[in-house]
């Protein structure tokens, strides 16, 4: 069964320095999102992306953050001079249309920010 | 605004027995998608079951089944002849269907734990 993959499942960062988080969509998928998850508070949503542009975006999503489609296959997320308040986990997801399909979600990466 | 609240921080259940997750939320749209999705220990994502917001007939999947009250904006999930593979954080979740957004807001989460 297809699967949306994310690399790494764990990183660990200094404070101030970039991190680039990777996902690999379904790949017949066309709408790819980052949802956010810091330890024991709820799932928010950070971002979707759509035809290669960023089709909505949260308000914690600011100039910290930038997303990129690479390629064909790959879906990044970066954050630029980490804070520690960036740890958590990171989930990637994709589904095949935007508004009538579910989302399905990768395994998560766990940033840790020191 | 989308608000998905769940009032259980906590439940648990003995294995085989019923437990039933309280969900409830607020829109202002009429056509809406609702989920509940599992996370177990691994933090995975996993989708558990999806509502139609136009559909009167309750979904199920297999042990799952939910209870949607449209007038309400109740929709709680009941898990029957629980595993102990049910133990995760549930959470309920909402999309707007067909509008400019197809972000999931999630509620709080409920940890479920099964004993044995």
């Known amino acids: 069964e297809p699967e949306v993959t994310q690399t790494p499942s764990h990183q660990v960062t200094q404070m101030g320095q970039e991190v680039i988080l990777r996902c690999v969509p379904i790949?017949?998928?066309?709408?790819f999102y980052w949802y956010r998850q810091i330890l024991g508070q709820k799932v928010e949503f950070l971002v979707s992306?759509?035809?290669?542009?960023?089709?909505?975006k949260s308000e914690i999503f600011d100039d910290q953050f930038s997303v990129e489609r690479p390629d064909g296959s790959n879906f990044t997320l970066k954050i630029r001079s980490t804070k520690l308040e960036d740890s958590a986990m990171y989930f990637c997801?994709?589904?095949?249309?935007?508004?009538?399909?579910?989302?399905?979600f990768g395994q998560g990466t766990r940033l840790t920010v020191v | 605004a989308q608000t998905v609240t769940q009032s259980q921080p906590e439940m648990s259940v003995q294995e085989a027995e019923t437990v039933t997750l309280s969900c409830t939320y607020d829109t202002s749209e009429s056509n809406y998608y609702l989920f509940w999705y599992k996370q177990p220990p691994s933090r995975q994502m996993i989708l558990v079951i999806r509502q139609e917001a136009y559909k009167q007939q309750n979904a199920t999947e297999n042990r799952f089944s939910v209870n949607f009250q449209k007038a309400a904006k109740s929709f709680s999930l009941k898990i029957s002849d629980s595993q102990l593979g049910d133990t995760a954080m549930y959470f309920c979740a909402s999309r707007h269907y067909g509008g400019a957004t197809n972000k999931l807001i999630f509620g709080t989460g409920t940890l479920l734990a099964v004993q044995p």
């Open positions: 997801a994709s589904s095949h249309r935007g508004r009538n399909t579910e989302a399905f």
């Open positions: 790949s017949n998928h066309l709408y």
């Open positions: 992306f759509y035809n290669n542009e960023i089709s909505e």
